[in-house]
């Protein structure tokens, strides 16, 4: 049973999709959903996402360095990419693992049209793990686990 701290906050669409800057992400024309340049929610994941813990540290640098030009600042999606903390990707319906598999082969646009993700070689699965660590944190936080 999934507890919601903030109910109906979300309601933008989005895929979980790792990336690097300029290579993975492959805008298309008026994406289907994309999320408005910066929002409501945006606003509030960026506010949650400058007081994260210390222990989150590592897991927030990879992700600016690897997947933030796609993926916003706070995994909250820009024209590019969609935002990675949305309740499609919560950890029941997208296990840990997919998020190794995506930067391992890449991913197919199967739930937006942002195009589709390139493999990244670059990123270690340790990396990934690192990242997801961190993008679950954002996730508890607005009350998708």
Known sequence: MRKRTTP???TVGAALLLSLPGTACTPEPEPQSAPAPVDEIQVVLRGIAATSPPEMAQGKELFAQNCSVCH??????TTQGPPLVHIIYEPNHHADAAFILAARNGVRAHHWRFGDMAPLPDVTDEMVLEIVGYIRWLQRQV???
């Open 143 to 145: 009350g998708i686990e």
């Open 8 to 10: 109906g906050l979300w």
């Open 72 to 77: 916003g600042p706070a995994g909250d999606g």
